[in-house]
């Protein structure tokens, strides 16, 4: 399962760790509250979980003929992973490289093929969003709110700018614009060529919400952003100018635990029509007229991750670990996989005919598009697999929490 967090707490802390403390002090500030070292600042899950929760272990994987064949092309170390910081980190990729990043480690850049490294480019910051790729450059984010600019080509740096609080989201890139997400809840345009800010925009955070967030999505001037209150606000490009805002889910309930509602995963906007699809934690997905925010459908299941999309279906997975495929017409579910429940599922990807999911004990899944079957089954290390897996040109790529980057290939 996803692991909530202490919002109101969490703004504070952080503020502390990165003023008077630097880097040092603030992991270790850090590693206190994954602890629970710290009052308010907590971040283990287990305070929030059920008695009946903690009493259900996560499904055994069952045994299956594998229906395709899957080959590991090459796996690197990219340096100490995030641990349980819980930021999800993922590659990128661009005009045929691969870009990844660490908590220690720096940003290095591979060849998608091969897996040989390009360049590396250190650094002592903890590097905790992103890389983002576009435009010809590579972007990063600090735990302590610095953006970092590199050149796509050779590493070297380009600007440098701030943001007020830590990024644990990938920048977005394009159309002249680097989009930043910070944890505090606000989106920051800088302008491509030079870091200077454009403008920025801010969101109010609910008390308590899932730990994470993910860029925006950017549309022909457009950009959308999922929000930790279950909304989804389009604003304009040019400006930060609100279009529109829609609930993908309502964040009601007795308690704050159980009005949980955040779209952490990255909206997405469909290659061939101008529609929207957003999901949330609280088990609703929703898709979107894209230019005026209407509603075309929803459906009452969905999660918090990222959506695998195919060509006539999307992939969500719900936060008890169930695998759903919907109709990207009208929402229907078409089939569901349970045989992953309480197994801490990413979301998901798409690779030829098949969904691909990580877990929390280093595994990936593939599972077939037309029915949710398991395909194929690969253990990429013992360490989790949070981030959902990234697709170019036909090879998956996937980062375990310790940094570990693998690729593979479908025969």
């Not at 977005?172 to 920025?200: M, P």
């Not at 599972?367 to 990429?380: I, S």
């Amino acid at each position: 399962m996803t692991s909530p967090r202490i919002t109101s707490a969490r703004v504070s802390c952080r503020a502390v760790s990165a003023r008077g403390l630097g880097r040092a002090g603030m992991i270790g500030m850090l590693a206190l509250a994954l602890s629970g070292g710290l009052t308010g600042c907590t971040t283990v899950r287990d305070w929030f979980r059920s008695d009946k929760q903690k009493a259900a272990a996560p499904t055994d994987l069952a045994d299956f003929s594998p229906s395709t064949t899957v080959t590991r092309a090459w796996s690197v170390n990219v340096g100490d992973g995030e641990g349980r910081l819980g930021i999800r980190q993922r590659p990128a990729v661009l005009d045929g490289r691969v870009y990844a990043a660490a908590i220690e480690g720096g940003v290095r850049a591979y060849d998608l093929q091969t897996g040989a490294e390009v360049w590396r480019h250190d650094t002592e910051a903890g590097v905790s969003g992103g890389p983002g790729a576009g435009e010809g450059l590579v972007v990063y984010g600090t735990l302590e709110g610095e953006v970092v600019a590199l050149d796509a080509a050779t590493g070297e740096q380009k600007w440098v700018a701030e943001v007020k609080n830590e990024i644990i989201a990938p920048p977005t890139i394009g159309q002249g614009t680097v989009l930043v997400r910070s944890n505090e809840g606000r989106l920051t345009a800088f302008d491509v060529a030079d870091g200077q800010r454009r403008w920025f925009w801010n969101r109010d955070l609910p008390n308590l919400s899932v730990r994470g967030n993910d860029g925006p999505t950017l549309g022909p001037g457009y950009v959308f952003v999922g929000n930790d209150d279950g909304t989804v606000a389009a604003l304009a490009l040019a400006d930060g100018r609100p279009i529109w805002e829609q609930a993908v889910a309502q964040p009601d309930g007795r308690s704050e635990l159980d009005r949980m509602a955040d779209v952490d995963g990255a909206p997405v906007l469909d290659d061939f029509q101008p529609i929207l699809y957003a999901t949330s934690f609280k088990n609703q997905t929703v898709a979107f007229e894209a230019p005026t925010g209407r509603p075309i459908w929803e459906q009452d299941r969905g999660g918090s991750a990222r959506m695998g999309v195919g060509a006539d279906r999307i992939v969500v997975v719900d936060p008890l670990g169930t695998v759903w495929a919907l109709d990207k017409a009208v929402g229907t579910a078409m089939w569901q996989q349970s045989g992953l429940l309480r197994r801490g599922v990413s979301g998901a990807a798409v690779q030829g005919d098949f969904a691909v999911v990580g877990d929390s004990e280093g595994y990936l899944h593939w599972l077939r598009m037309d029915n949710g079957d398991f395909a194929a089954r690969e253990r990429v290390g013992r360490d989790p697999i949070r981030a959902a897996p990234v697709v170019a040109d036909g090879v998956l790529l996937v980062q375990t929490a310790d940094g570990k980057l693998s690729a593979y290939r479908l025969q």
